[in-house]
């Protein structure tokens, strides 16, 4: 009987131990299976969660509302746009929600001299590239080696004009350079960016180079400015649709995105490769410093940075795209950058020392041209 018990105790203490070791097994295989799974979709459960998107209004705000159906379907998220048209008045906003501890916003876009402003301002989260794997993706110059949010779009910024006007009307041959701006032939009939828009530094800094010097020695295009002031028939920091619309100007320094808008108006504008180059106007998109959703943030930057999204961009908002393997139709490349051989023919600034020293560009100008 003794012999018998042990036995039994012995038994039953094996199928214990067995037990017990497969349970374990099958709490390790759940919880692996849990964790792979995890893995593999990369997504954690935003439903219902507000992302606030920072941005312009207007037709680039509509396009971005269509961009991004896609990722609120993707996360179950709602985007809400919030339309400041002004790049400084975003910044501006930005910045004073961080100083308060009410952050409103998540995301932000920004043109270059801005998003370098509110890097120094520490206005941003440093991308998180566990997050934003498609990096590598970028062309070099838009990939933002500070660590901040990279390079979203590009258009530029060169010499257009109405040739139906300058050339078929007034029998003038097109300009061919920057300096060519400032000929008395086109005496009135030039609209040029002001220095407190994005564009007029480029300008400035094109016929300082022109004339020998550069953003540091720039005296010469100052004394330039000042003796051709008044050919210069408008000096703009909006729209000039209208000026070209009334014959009030024939050329100007614009933005290729705009070309097809002011075809449509009816007006036969041409796109000139100036001789010293056409200026880039990019954009960045940067996760605000402690936004509330900053993790679904940096999700929406990798999404916008997508190959097929920025494709998608291009034909809602005609927008170049940063992602070198976007495709481009033939009829946008006719008019926006496409491709390393375009981006090599523009010109890239310096915005920190650009930022440093427009105060005194605009105040230079200003004494001319008040």
Same mark, same amino acid.
């Given at each position: ?68 159906? *896609? ?261 946008? *490349? ?37």
């Amino acid at each position: 009987m003794k012999k018998f018990l042990s036995v039994l105790m012995i038994a039953a203490m094996t199928t214990a131990v067995f037990a017990g070791c497969s349970s374990s097994a099958e709490e390790e295989t759940t919880t692996e299976g849990t964790e792979q799974t995890e893995e593999t979709t990369g997504e954690a459960d935003y439903s219902g969660v507000t992302l606030t998107l920072c941005t312009w209004g207007g037709s680039t705000g509509a396009a971005t509302q269509e961009l991004v159906k *896609d990722f609120e379907e993707q996360y179950g998220c709602t985007i809400v746009l919030d339309e400041v048209n002004q790049n400084s008045d975003r910044i501006a906003k930005i910045q004073s929600q961080i100083e308060s501890g009410n952050i409103e916003d998540d995301v932000v876009y920004l043109s270059g001299a801005y998003a370098k402003q509110g890097e120094a301002l520490g206005l941003f989260e440093k991308i998180d590239t566990n997050v934003v794997t498609n990096l590598d993706e970028l062309y070099d110059f838009a990939q933002n080696d500070t660590g901040y949010g990279p390079m979203v779009c590009v258009g530029r910024f060169g010499i257009m004009y109405n040739e139906d006007y300058l050339v078929d009307e007034l029998g003038l041959e097109p300009p061919t350079s920057y300096m060519d701006l400032f000929d008395d032939k086109y005496a009135g009939l030039v609209a040029l960016p002001s220095m407190t828009a994005t564009a007029g530094p480029y300008v400035f800094a094109k016929i300082a180079e022109d004339l020998g010097g550069d953003l540091t020695d720039y005296q010469a295009a100052l004394d330039l400015y000042a003796e051709k002031k008044d050919n210069i028939g408008m000096w703009y920091t909006s729209d000039i649709v209208p000026a070209l619309s009334n014959k009030e100007v024939a050329i100007t320094v614009y933005m290729d995105l705009m070309l097809p808008v002011l075809r449509d108006s009816g007006l036969n504008m041409v796109w000139v490769d100036a001789e010293e180059g056409n200026f880039v106007d990019d954009v960045y998109i940067n996760v605000v410093k402690d936004a509330p959703n900053k993790e679904l943030g940096q999700l929406l930057v990798k999404y916008l940075l997508d190959k097929e999204t920025q494709e998608k961009f291009i034909e809602l908002n005609n927008e170049a795209p940063t992602n070198k393997t976007a495709v481009m139709s033939e009829e946008k *490349d006719a008019f926006l950058a496409y491709g390393q051989e375009e981006f090599d023919n523009c010109n890239f600034f310096d915005y920190d020392f650009l930022n440093e020293i427009k105060p005194t560009l605009i105040e230079e100008w200003q004494k001319i041209v008040a």
